[in-house]
Nanobody
Framework: EVQLVEFGGGLVQPGGSLRLSCAAS????????MSWVRQAPGKGPEWVSS????????YYSDSVKGRFTIARDNTKNTLYLQMNSLKHEDTAVYYCARGTNSKDYWGRGTQVTVSS
């Protein structure tokens, strides 16, 4: 059974940092591209970032480029999202998902709240 479990969300002040993790199981993690998607209150899902299966290629939305870094450790079956210089508008539930253009499995999400 494919499982994706996100960790690391929480409350942080504007300008602060958080690192999200996503533990993957039930499939060959290193064979799949992975993504982070977020959903803010009252809004639809917004793609944040993606990373190729080998980790050598990354993609970011304009809204997070230069502030967020996606990474993966295929030996630990774990996906990461380092979030720096957080803004109020980064408040959302963050989901990891398998795939890029087509995302076939999703985690349950972790809440990130940016507030003073």
């Amino acid at each position: 059974e494919v499982q994706l479990v996100e960790f690391g969300g929480g409350l942080v002040q504007p300008g602060g940092s958080l690192r999200l993790s996503c533990a993957a199981s039930g499939f060959t993690f290193g064979s799949h591209d992975m993504s982070w998607v977020r959903q803010a209150p009252g809004k639809g899902p917004e793609w944040v970032s993606s990373i190729a299966s080998h980790g050598g290629t990354t993609y970011y939305s304009d809204s997070v480029k230069g502030r967020f870094t996606i990474a993966r450790d295929n030996t630990k079956n774990t996906l990461y999202l380092q979030m720096n210089s957080l803004k109020h508008e980064d408040t959302a539930v963050y989901y990891c998902a398998r795939g890029t253009n087509s995302k076939d499995y999703w985690g349950r999400g972790t809440q990130v709240t940016v507030s003073s």
